[in-house]
Each structure stands twice: as structure tokens, then as C-alpha cells.
């Protein structure tokens, strides 16, 4: 099976209107592919910067820039499958861009994962929660991997978990599901939050804790990085970036 997926690859990079992100994550090779040039852009999109500490630069190479300074909120816009996972993909670390790169703090962060890692928290479209622990056990294992059991309790506070603390992680609704996984955010000290659609399956009061969560990062001289179908009034203050357009800066 992927011998015959690695034999397409090379029969898409032939045909100039589609180009091809496949890279060995694992044993496993990941592909995106996209027509009409558009995954050919996007291979030329990232190349981002940073000259100094706490600074990060993501420059788009048909002639626009933006820079995701301290406080900086951006918001990746687009429809479904026009690449805006794959992008925060390839700026969490888990997707290397085909060409041009990413640095954080002036290093290229796939030459150096150590350092980068610890400064930044990536949440998904997949939760990362197992379904047959607790609420309470999930949240102490991400815990236990960052090192920051101090901050358990701050984060199930401020997710409101404690109704559901002790209920199995796959007996949850989905919106108290993607609850759980956001308090991942508030489990580490990281600097720069990478989200994937974080208000997926929640309800309007819940979009709101989250938002307000997002300014506090921000406002700390953090750097909040999201994904949407669309900019909302409620983002009105996120710089956006329409992945379908790497002409056009929108701020």
C-alpha cells in the first residue's frame, strides 16, 4: 500500500497543476494534494522568521508579509480541504513544508524540536484524550508530560471541568470533549498556541471562555495562531490570513 501511494507521489509531481506535500511522519507517509496550483502556493508559503526571542515573523512569498509579534492573534481562513491544517500542521512541527521553513527565535524549529517544543501547544482536530480514562486522568497525563501538575486545577477551573471529572473520557458529549482537550492550553507555559478550529462542537458560552482565554494568552505576550471556515465578529480583533489567497493580506 505505500509503496503504490510513494509511485502516485512521484506521478503528481509531473503534472504541473498539482503539487504534492508527502513527507515520512513515522513508519507512514502523509499526503495532501490540491489541483489548480493552489497546494503549489501553499509549498512556496512558508517561510517564517525570528530574529530574537518571543518573535515570530511568518512571511508569504507572493509579496505579502505579516508579523505575529507578542500579542499578536491570526486567524487562517478558508473552506474545507484548502489546506489551513496543514499549514498549522507544518507550524506546530508535525508537518515538514516541501520547501522554504519555519523558525522560531531565529532557529529552523525542524532542526531543533527541543527547543521549540516547549514553547508551544498544538490542539487538533483529534482531541488526543483516551476514551476509557477519566476527565481527571486525561488532564493528569498531559499534566505529567509537560511537567506542570501545579497547574491542573487552574485549568479545570477555568474550563469548568468539574462536573465531569470523574466520567470517562469517551462517554462525553462532543462538545465537552473538545472542552477537555482545550484545557491543554492552560497546562503548559507555552508561548505560542496553535489551535485547529478550537470553537468546533461548542456551544456560544464555551466560545466565549475560550475567546477570552485566547486574549489573556495573548495579552501576556503570547502568540495565538487558529483555524476557521471564516472570520466572525467575534474575531474581529484576529489578524486574517484567506489561505486561498496568498496575494491578498487581510488584517
Known amino acids: 500500500m505505500l509503496r503504490e501511494k510513494q509511485k502516485d507521489v512521484q506521478v503528481y509531481k509531473e503534472d504541473p497543476e498539482i503539487v504534492d506535500i508527502a513527507k515520512p511522519v513515522g513508519k507512514w507517509t502523509k499526503m495532501v494534494m490540491m489541483g489548480n496550483g493552489l497546494m503549489k502556493r501553499f509549498a512556496q508559503l512558508i517561510h517564517s522568521e525570528g530574529g530574537q526571542k518571543g518573535f515570530w515573523e511568518l512571511f508569504i512569498k507572493a509579496q505579502a508579509s505579516t508579523q505575529a509579534e507578542p500579542k499578536s492573534k491570526i486567524l487562517i481562513t478558508g473552506p474545507n480541504g484548502s489546506g489551513k491544517t496543514s499549514l498549522i500542521r507544518s507550524l506546530s512541527g508535525l508537518l515538514p513544508p516541501v520547501s522554504g521553513n519555519i523558525r522560531h527565535c531565529g532557529e ?117 495562531i487558529i483555524t476557521g471556515h471564516s472570520s466572525t465578529e467575534q474575531l474581529c480583533d484576529f489578524t486574517t490570513i484567506d489561505i486561498r489567497d496568498f496575494n491578498r493580506l487581510l488584517v
Open 108 to 224: 529552523d524549529i525542524y532542526d531543533d524540536p527541543k527547543s521549540y517544543i516547549p514553547s508551544m501547544v498544538y490542539i487538533g482536530h483529534k482531541n488526543a484524550c483516551k476514551d476509557s480514562l477519566t476527565v481527571a486522568q486525561n488532564i493528569e497525563f498531559w499534566a505529567g508530560i509537560r511537567n506542570t501538575r501545579e497547574l491542573i486545577m487552574a485549568a479545570i477551573c477555568c474550563l469548568q471541568l468539574q462536573p465531569v471529572l470523574n466520567i470517562r473520557y469517551g462517554e462525553l458529549s462532543a462538545g465537552w470533549k473538545r472542552r477537555v482537550a482545550l484545557a491543554r492550553l492552560l497546562l503548559s507555559n507555552a508561548s505560542v498556541w496553535l489551535i485547529d478550529e478550537p470553537f468546533c462542537n461548542l456551544d456560544s458560552a464555551t466560545c466565549e471562555l475560550v475567546l477570552n482565554l485566547v486574549s489573556i494568552r495573548s495579552e501576556q505576550n503570547g502568540i495565538v
